[in-house]
Every structure is written in structure tokens, then in C-alpha cells.
């Protein structure tokens, strides 16, 4: 069983930050990277990014460099800053334990999720 917490998301302006965490407990050894991806209202759920292990990263294209993503192995956590955020950034952050094979990842678990909202 594998359990995870995510946390940090909220309400904030366009062009501000939010950093989201995602602690994940139980048995998570068989995995090899941890990826974030959300779903806004009326939308498929859509990558994010991700990092493997060793901390190779993977983005989406349409980030356009605004996020960053991070990991303390000691922790068992994994972290997403969010940088000049859009009102198109609006939706629910779920982070996910799984696999990767080169440049794609395989999500294998779902958090509960936490919702961003930009808006002025």
C-alpha cells in the first residue's frame, strides 16, 4: 500500500508562486520516479512532470520553464515550484509514485489531490 499526501495549493494572484508537496509513505521502493500532473474543470487529466531517483527531470512543453520539480529522497517526498502562474494553471495537482522508460512516465498511484486556483 502506498499512501500520499499532497499539500500546499491554494489561492493566488497571476504571476505569484506556490510550492506543492506530495509525501508519499508505504511501499514505495518499487518505484522509480514520482510525477505531478492535474486536470482543470471539464478537462483531461494532463502531465506535468517528473523525476526520476537520480533526479532526472522531464517537464510538459507548456510549461514554458515556470515550474521546477524536486525530491528528498530522505523525506519521500517530492515537491512542484510553480513560478508566474496563469489563470490557465488553474486546476488540481495530483502527484503520483510509478515508472519511466526515457522521457515517458508511467504513473501508478493517485493522490487525493490539491487544488491551485490563480485569480485576481
Known amino acids: 500500500q502506498v499512501q500520499l499526501v499532497e499539500s500546499g495549493g491554494g489561492l493566488v494572484q497571476p504571476g505569484g508562486s506556490l510550492r506543492l508537496s506530495c509525501a508519499a509513505s508505504?511501499?514505495?521502493?518499487?518505484?522509480?520516479?514520482m510525477g505531478w500532473y492535474r486536470q482543470a474543470p471539464g478537462k483531461e487529466r494532463e502531465f506535468v512532470a517528473f523525476?526520476?531517483?537520480?533526479?532526472?527531470?522531464v517537464y510538459s512543453d507548456s510549461l514554458e520553464g515556470r515550474f521546477t520539480i524536486s525530491r528528498d529522497n530522505a523525506k519521500n517526498t517530492a515537491y512542484l515550484q510553480m513560478n508566474s502562474l496563469k489563470p490557465e494553471d488553474t486546476a488540481v495537482y495530483y502527484c503520483?509514485?510509478?515508472?519511466?522508460?526515457?522521457?515517458?512516465?508511467?504513473?501508478?498511484?493517485w493522490g487525493q489531490g490539491t487544488q491551485v486556483t490563480v485569480s485576481s
Open positions: 508505504g511501499t514505495i521502493s518499487t518505484f522509480t520516479a
Open positions: 503520483s509514485p510509478g515508472t519511466y522508460n526515457v522521457r515517458t512516465f508511467y504513473p501508478a498511484k
Open positions: 523525476i526520476s531517483n537520480r533526479g532526472m527531470t
